[in-house]
């Protein structure tokens, strides 16, 4: 795992869309939207964008957010989203790989919460994280503007 470059970003936005909901809302990855989104996290020190490189190339990616807060005592939480597997890695052990290192890394950075959101039509994720030790505490909710 590591920090992902701007090299990165095209195989990362094929990554987000290679699943049924991201083909519909992903773009062109030189679509420029992309390039100043991956400013923003990079500019943010509470963002990192991480991938998982395998022989070179990229197997997997996610983002972490560390969220401050004043609940619980100020307490911080880290927020994993974005998770996504190259095809051919999947299966393979890879993704548990990934969510380990992100929840040893929320631990690092002070979190006493790791929490992440999946689109409920996303059974086979839900099952993947469930196995993990995550469990559903909370309804989400959102508005798309």
Known sequence: MRRARR???AQIV??????????ARET??????YGRAFDAIGADPNQFLA??????GIAGCLQLSFIPGLSRRGMWRGQIESVRIAA???GRGLGRQMIGWAVEECRRRGCGI???TSDRRRRDAIRFYESLGFEY?????KIDL
């Open 137 to 141: 505490s909370h309804a989400g909710l």
């Open 28 to 33: 062109d990855p030189g679509d420029p939207v």
């Open 14 to 23: 094929r990554l987000l869309a290679d699943d049924m909901l991201g083909q």
């Open 88 to 90: 051919g890695y999947r």
């Open 7 to 9: 090299g990165d970003l």
């Open 114 to 116: 790791v929490q992440l």
């Open 51 to 56: 991938v998982a490189e395998v022989d070179g």
